[in-house]
């Protein structure tokens, strides 16, 4: 299957189509160029832009297949994992929630600025990695900002979780490129139906 996607900077709060098979829903709190700019200036790197834009437009959505025929209660959105080395005999893996900024309103807040404190710092992961989605498991997904993978969606593998497990250091490198940009890792992902599949 060919996937089509469309980016646009050029109109209010930036259009984003990345992939016809989802529909992404906007969170009901807005991220802003403030809070995305801060967040920047902590974490000591800046976003690529297709990642910016999705952030801003999005902000941790929601999301449903495209096809009206697709029941979201029987199929997952996923990532084909069965070319990639690193997984074992696992062939896909779901993504089930997306990142966003807290709503600074709620008495209990958790967004990708406290799931980044918790991966950056009790988790002793690279400062350079920001948790933008998650798995069922809850795995997560994330976004590399170091200049030599600057953009690349990595996912946990074999390497990370053995380097993990005798208490080595964590590098990017330990990690499993899905994608080189944003935009490439929404573009491939799929909705699928774990009882066919």
Not at 43 to 54: H, L, N, Q, T, V
Not at 69 to 96: E, H, Q, R, W
Request: aromatic content about 14%.
């Amino acid at each position: 299957m060919q996937f089509f996607f469309r980016f646009e900077l050029s109109c209010e709060r930036h259009c984003v189509d990345l992939n016809p098979q989802v529909t992404f829903i906007p969170s009901a709190v807005v991220a802003t160029e403030e809070q995305v700019a801060a967040f920047e200036k902590h974490i000591g790197f800046k976003f690529p832009e297709d990642y910016r834009a999705f952030l801003l437009r999005f902000n941790g959505p929601k999301m449903k297949p495209s096809d009206p025929g697709i029941d979201p209660s029987d199929f997952y959105l996923t990532m084909d994992l069965s070319n990639l080395a690193g997984f074992g005999d696992t062939k896909s893996c779901d993504v089930s929630s997306w990142s966003g900024f807290a709503d600074p309103a709620a008495d209990y807040q958790y967004g990708i600025v406290e799931e980044y404190a918790v991966t950056s710092g009790d988790w002793g992961l690279p400062a350079c990695l920001v948790p933008i989605a998650k798995s069922v498991g809850p795995a997560k997904i994330y976004l590399c900002l170091a200049p030599d993978q600057y953009g690349h969606v990595l996912l946990v593998g074999d390497e990370a979780v053995v380097r993990q497990s005798e208490e080595l250091e964590i590098r990017t490198i330990d990690f499993v490129t899905f994608a080189t940009s944003f935009i490439e890792f929404v573009a491939k992902l799929k909705w699928l139906n774990p009882d066919i599949n």
